[in-house]
């Protein structure tokens, strides 16, 4: 759940503690006490711990959470997405945020039922409820908006009579639903981790 914030924490305290360990080092140079020193860096470092954590979040995050483009799954340098998206899909769109992702790929049907079963019949047992029936919708503009991963808001077009594919959801709620088009060739994934 809190994966997002632990590497900003890591690479804030690993900087402080290679500062604070040069500073006390280094304080006789200078004709400071080490003890004097190690005592005013550490209630720095206590002070400024939050705020560093909270600036170095932001720069991180610009890198890692977005939107971006992959010809293939290749491409996709991030395992939490990687392990969600079929590995024949092509021209990936993904969005990325610290709870999960929204994806638009093209497949063939064949292709996404074969990667389906394949990873109900690898994870199935680990699920929180059985797989069910895949089942086609028609999906009008006007419900677009509504669908749970907002595709409409990304101004993806509406599909043209979308199947729903659920994969095996964990009972924290990690898992993926993907809505494909046969006639579109394309398919928009909703997928979250925790």
């Known amino acids: 759940m809190f994966w997002s914030l632990v590497l900003p924490f890591k690479i804030t305290f690993w900087v402080f503690v290679i500062i604070l360990t040069v500073a006390t ?21 206590i002070l400024l711990f939050a705020p560093s954590c909270s600036m170095i979040m932001r720069g991180l995050d610009h890198f890692r959470f977005g939107t971006f483009q992959y010809s293939t799954i290749d491409e996709v340098n991030d395992f939490r997405i ?6 024949t899909a092509t021209e990936i ?33 680990f699920a929180a409820h059985p797989r069910e029936q895949e089942e086609e919708f028609d ?20 599909l043209e009579k979308p199947i729903k594919y659920e994969g095996p959801r964990a009972e924290n709620g990690t898992g993926y639903t993907i809505w494909f088009s046969e006639s579109d060739g394309i398919a928009y994934q909703g997928a979250g981790y925790f």
């Open 25 to 45: 080092s280094l304080a006789p140079r200078f004709h400071q006490s080490r003890k004097r020193i190690f005592t005013w860096g550490a209630c720095l470092t």
């Open 82 to 87: 990687k392990r969600y998206l079929p590995v």
């Open 93 to 125: 769109t993904v969005v990325k945020s610290p709870s999960g992702f929204t994806a638009k790929f093209k497949i063939d049907q064949q292709s996404l039922e074969q990667w389906q079963d394949e990873l109900w019949e690898k994870w199935g047992e």
């Open 139 to 158: 999906m009008p503009e006007s419900l677009m908006p509504s669908l749970p991963t907002y595709y409409g808001e990304l101004n993806w077009p509406p």
